[in-house]
């Protein structure tokens, strides 16, 4: 945005200038009219040049910001990447231990379920000795 505002800076500093030079030169009128000519066609330069100077920023702010936001883009696609994978390692560390839980859960109920077992058979046992 300076680079644009200093053109503008530029263009009015060239128009006072030309206005100046022709208010004040005591020459011929064709002679003037050449002059004018000259600096109006001087003057057109400088404006083309500075568009052309804010067209190439524009366009390299445009491509470097295009660059800037596709690697952005990109850090975002590897960080869900990367998130997708420890959620996957968690889900299965979960799974695992879960597997492990209910089988250590299983056994102790199997193991209570043999000891009620035994208690009962031996009050039986007892129940037919009386």
């Known amino acids: 945005m300076n680079k644009i505002e200093n053109i503008g800076t530029f263009l009015v500093g060239v128009g006072t200038g030309v206005a100046a030079a022709m208010l004040l030169a005591p020459e ?3 002679k003037t009219r050449n002059r004018i000519k000259g600096l109006a066609e001087q003057a057109n330069d400088a404006v083309k040049n500075g568009v052309e100077n804010v067209r190439d920023a524009a366009d390299c702010a ?8 596709n690697d952005q883009k990109q850090e ?3 960080a869900m990447s990367n998130l997708k994978d420890k959620t ?5 560390e979960a799974a695992e231990a879960a597997k492990k839980a ?4 299983i056994d102790k109920a ?3 379920a ?3 077992g035994e208690k009962l ?8 000795n009386v």
């Open 110 to 112: 199997r193991e209570a």
């Open 88 to 92: 996957k390692q968690k889900i299965d």
């Open 114 to 116: 043999h000891q009620a």
């Open 28 to 30: 011929s009128g064709e």
């Open 76 to 78: 975002g696609i590897d």
């Open 121 to 128: 058979e031996e009050g039986g046992k007892r129940l037919q």
């Open 102 to 105: 209910s089988g250590k859960a």
């Open 62 to 69: 445009l491509v470097q910001g295009a660059a800037a936001l």
